[in-house]
T-cell receptor, first 113, second 113 residues
Framework: EAQVTQNPRYLITVTGKKLTVTCSQN?????MSWYRQDPGLGLRQIYY???????DKGDVPEGYKVSRKEKRNFPLILESPSPNQTSLYFC????????????FGEGSRLTVL | AQSVTQPDIHITVSEGASLELRCNYS??????LFWYVQSPGQGLQLLLK??????LVQGIKGFEAEFKRSQSSFNLRKPSVHWSDAAEYFC???????????FGTGTRLKVLA
């Protein structure tokens, strides 16, 4: 089954404790991206990647890091989480030939205390 | 700068009634336009997209949207709503030549039996 898999789905952590949210897709898509969803703000793009070793900032990259060492994986790293990073995070992938057809994971709800 | 406005935060309709969700965008050139649906606890799923050509586009689940350049709008419609359509709907715009997408803040649809 074609899918985007995120882990963990739910996480409660404390300020400053480094964490990684993993994202994996099995559709051989070149493009992957991370979004955060906050009430009243919709989805905002954090980072995106055009292919292996090619990443770029989205609209809200501060406090986040990403890496793309393999085509299928695109982890989101919070080096020193803060309470304002409490949010619902979505990973998405997209085939190059189908612009805009983003395939989303089920989301990772992160709470930073 | 690109922007997307969904003026209605919540909409309630009766089952069987028609539906129109509004979306206005701001973009200098012809944008790529999308509608996504998010069911509770799920990721987003693409309903339909507009790149060029016929301004009335058909999507999945009986939805359609009309691109009106003069009004900078891309409203989503459905002639007869089903209870299973209750969800949150997001309009998004993408810039040609890039993989950056701007999402609206969403409209939450409630369907009355």
């Amino acid at each position: 089954e074609a899918q985007v898999t995120q882990n963990p789905r739910y996480l409660i952590t404390v300020t400053g404790k480094k964490l990684t949210v993993t994202c994996s897709q099995n559709m051989n898509h070149e493009y992957m991206s991370w979004y955060r969803q906050d009430p009243g703000l919709g989805l905002r793009q954090i980072y995106y990647s055009m292919n292996v070793e090619v990443t770029d900032k989205g609209d809200v990259p501060e406090g986040y890091k990403v890496s793309r060492k393999e085509k299928r994986n695109f982890p989101l790293i919070l080096e020193s989480p803060s309470p304002n990073q409490t949010s619902l995070y979505f990973c998405a992938s997209q085939p190059t030939e189908s612009r805009g057809e983003l395939f989303f994971g089920e989301g990772s709800r992160l709470t930073v205390l | 700068a690109q922007s997307v406005t969904q003026p209605d935060i919540h909409i309630t309709v009766s089952e069987g009634a028609s539906l129109e969700l509004r979306c206005n965008y701001s973009y200098g050139a012809t944008p790529y336009l999308f509608w996504y649906v998010q069911s509770p606890g799920q990721g987003l799923q693409l309903l339909l997209k507009y790149f060029s050509g016929d301004t009335l586009v058909q999507g999945i689940k009986g939805f359609e949207a009309e691109f009106k350049r003069s009004q900078s709008s891309f409203n989503l419609r459905k002639p007869s709503v089903h209870w299973s359509d209750a969800a949150e709907y997001f309009c998004a715009v993408g810039a040609s030549g890039t993989y950056k997408y701007i999402f609206g803040t969403g409209t939450r649809l409630k369907v009355l039996a």
